[in-house]
């Protein structure tokens, strides 16, 4: 596009002189905590810091839990948002505001909650632990728990509006042509909705990979096998500042590389 | 009732259809038959119900009452309960937009249905390469969608469907989302591939030169109902609803005939060429109109005196709306208008001869 063209958009944008101040602080409200890290990292003792035993541990805990979050995110969510999406299930809207409790609920009213579901006390817990002698709180098995639970809402609308995006009349096509309904799901469908469905795996994933609440409530912070990075990060701040700082800069140096190793594989090419 | 009826042993009736379909306020009932070789058009206006029989026999929408016969197969019955789902029906179906797979190539896109019916994959890409190969596509296979013009969209929306060998296939505007340029080509090209095919073919246009060069037969649908159903010919010289007779551009009235003297419903008389009686429609063409500025003393057996509404240039000759005894158009040269001095509000005579008129029953 011309740039005279780009400036009669944003004059078209009806911006009224007095946001633009407001639209670059709030910019640099982002940006200067990220400088900050960048800034007061120890750049020396870097190195040791992020290769110490416990660092490491956190780190693979960290990526082996949000991965396994986002699986089973995936695997449920998924025909969740199918549902929400594409069947009149009476209470619909009732269904959708419910899925969305995890984004507004506090993390650690979360880890509360699961802790009264799904504690050795909890409602299904208590069978859990009556029958297969099952106890998850405290597990790395809760931390995964923990951050699906968060993360859940993130993929469900993702996937959904892009489920009601997708136009349902190449699903017909596709029927017209032979496909029955699994075919139809993964020859059309999914790739249909496929931007979407990167989307909100990589939010998910990255929610999962945050998550701190409820995962220090439900599944406390046990090194090796709950203490996840967050945590450590935590921790660690309270006595050795220099290495929180090394440390949350691992947590943001992975975070954008795999935000951005998607966008180009899956985001870029689907649009 | 076309030819092939009366020889059942060269083209069986293949696709025979009783269609009630209920929509809300909206109902279509609608009994088609098509003999295997035919090709035929649902032509109708927007809202008339056309691709709501066409998505009743493609399986995409269940039928309220009535049945669908494909061959010696039941594809639907409603008092018996019987519904193939569509992907197990043998119909063919190209959308109005195509709705090619955008994430497929044009290859991809006509192997699919190869592929969903369970033959692997190598053997699927040989025959959709042969399918393109026919329909002239062959260096556009590895193509998307988005790339394609839209003639050959079409095309490979056709040989997306032909290439499972359906014995039904259904056309919904095929011609619809061309620009008027390729619209020409192609549609020369898809009466081609029409006629090649040797099942049953329905087109729903509301198009009526589409439905006059692809048809072998037309079926005219207003409002849920068949209301005229014939060759092209006998469509076009003898319409029986405004609609149609609109569609073929030719004045239409329904009247009430005494030996050839048609009285219509607003009391004007035309005459006509045969003895004629009873309930009759009345249609010429507006050329066949003459126009004069004083009252003709001429041989045409009917004149009438008439005022203009309005004119419109249609390519070389001028449409004029003609009120007064009978509203009619009139076809006249620009330099009729510029001698007659027409013009809306203008009062002239109008002529018409009686063998210029065709009468027949309504």
């Known amino acids: 596009m011309s740039r005279v063209g780009r400036r009669r958009l944003s004059v078209a944008g009806g911006l009224p002189p007095a946001m633009v101040p407001f639209a670059v602080l709030a910019l640099l409200f982002l940006l200067l905590p990220v400088v900050g890290l960048v800034v007061r990292a120890p750049w020396r003792t870097l190195a040791a810091e992020l290769t110490s035993p416990e660092a490491l541990e956190a780190l693979r805990l960290s990526l082996v839990c949000a991965t396994l979050a986002t699986v089973v995110c995936l695997l449920l969510g998924v025909p969740l948002a199918w549902v929400l999406a594409r069947t009149r299930v009476p209470g619909r809207a009732v269904l959708r505001a419910l899925v969305t409790v995890p984004l507004v609920l506090p993390p650690v009213v979360g880890g509360v909650a699961l802790f009264t579901a799904l504690g050795r006390r909890g409602i299904v817990g208590r069978w859990l632990d009556e029958w297969f002698g099952i106890s998850l709180p405290f597990t790395t098995a809760a931390v995964v728990v923990a951050e699906a639970f968060v993360a859940l809402p993130f993929l469900v609308i993702s996937v959904e509006g892009a489920l009601r995006a997708a136009d349902r009349r190449l699903e017909e096509a596709a029927a017209t042509l032979g496909a029955d309904r699994w075919y139809i799901v993964r020859r059309v469908t999914l790739p249909m909705v496929a931007p979407g469905l990167a989307a909100g795996t990589v939010l998910c994933w990255a929610r999962a990979l945050g998550e701190f609440g409820a995962t220090i409530t439900f599944a406390g912070s046990f090194p090796g096998t709950t203490q996840t990075m967050p945590i450590h990060v935590y921790l660690t701040l309270q006595r050795d500042p220099p290495a929180a700082i090394a440390l949350s800069l691992v947590l943001l140096v992975v975070s954008v590389a795999v935000l951005a190793g998607l966008r180009e594989r899956w985001l870029g090419t689907a649009r | ?362």
Request: proline share 5%.
């Open chain 2, 1 to 362: 009732m076309s030819a092939a009826s009366l020889e059942p042993a060269c083209r069986p009736l293949l696709l025979d259809a009783d269609l009630d379909v209920r929509r809300g306020d909206f109902r279509l009932r609608m009994n088609l038959s098509v003999d295997a070789g035919e090709v035929v058009a649902l032509l109708g206006p927007n809202g008339a119900g056309k691709t709501t029989a066409l998505r009743a026999l493609a399986g995409l929408l269940p039928i309220d009452d009535g049945y669908v016969r494909l061959g010696r197969t039941v594809l639907e019955d409603a008092a018996a309960s019987i519904r193939l789902v569509p992907e197990h029906r043998r119909v063919g179906v190209v959308f109005q937009d195509y709705l090619l797979f955008p994430h497929l190539t044009a290859r991809e896109n006509v192997a699919f249905g190869l592929r969903a019916r369970g033959v692997d994959r190598a053997a699927a890409r040989a025959r959709a390469d042969e399918a393109l190969e026919r329909m002239g596509l062959a260096e556009h296979a590895d193509k998307r969608p988005a790339a394609l013009s839209g003639g050959q969209a079409q095309r490979v929306a056709l040989a997306r469907a032909l290439v499972t060998e359906p014995r039904l296939m259904l056309l919904d505007e095929p011609l619809a989302a061309l620009d008027a340029g390729t619209r020409l080509e192609v549609r020369a090209d898809l009466r081609r591939r029409l006629a090649e095919f040797d099942g049953a073919t329905v087109v729903v246009t509301h198009d009526a030169v589409d439905a006059f060069v692809l048809a072998d037969r037309l079926v005219v649908v207003e409002d849920g109902h068949v209301v005229q159903t014939g060759t092209p010919s006998e469509v076009a010289t003898r319409p029986v609803t405004a609609y149609v007779a609109r569609l073929v551009g030719l004045n239409l009235y329904r009247g009430e005939a005494v030996d050839g003297t048609v009285t219509l419903a607003g009391g004007a008389v035309l005459v006509g060429a045969h003895h004629d009686n009873g309930r009759v429609l009345v249609a010429f063409r507006p050329s066949s109109v003459v126009l004069h500025r004083r009252r003709p003393d001429s041989s045409a057996r009917n004149t009438w005196a008439a005022r203009v509404v309005s004119l419109e240039q249609q390519g070389d000759t001028v449409r004029v709306a003609l009120t007064g005894p009978l509203d009619a158009a009139a076809d006249v040269t620009p330099l009729a208008v510029a001698e007659l001095g027409l013009e809306p509000g203008a009062e002239v005579w109008a002529a018409l001869k009686a063998t210029e008129t065709a009468v027949y029953p309504a």
